[in-house]
């Protein structure tokens, strides 16, 4: 399965965020840590990692304060 899209950042090939050539989901990208590409090399790939399991972290210390405190 594909998906297509259209960047407002990218004008012609270059990415106007970073000024370098638009390559999704590298570091500076806005979809940067935020989709998962089918690419598994993309740098996105792990920082969505990454930033899901932070949040995993702190919903689990969120239950442990609220059990801990009697609910």
Known sequence: MSGG???SHQIGNICNLID???EPGT?????YGK?????PSSPSNEALE???EMRRKKE???LIKKAGSGF
């Open 5 to 7: 899209w259209t960047c």
């Open 20 to 22: 370098k050539a638009c």
């Open 27 to 31: 570091k500076g990208c806005t979809l």
């Open 35 to 39: 989709a998962l590409f089918s690419n």
């Open 50 to 52: 990454r930033r899901e």
């Open 60 to 62: 689990l210390e969120a």
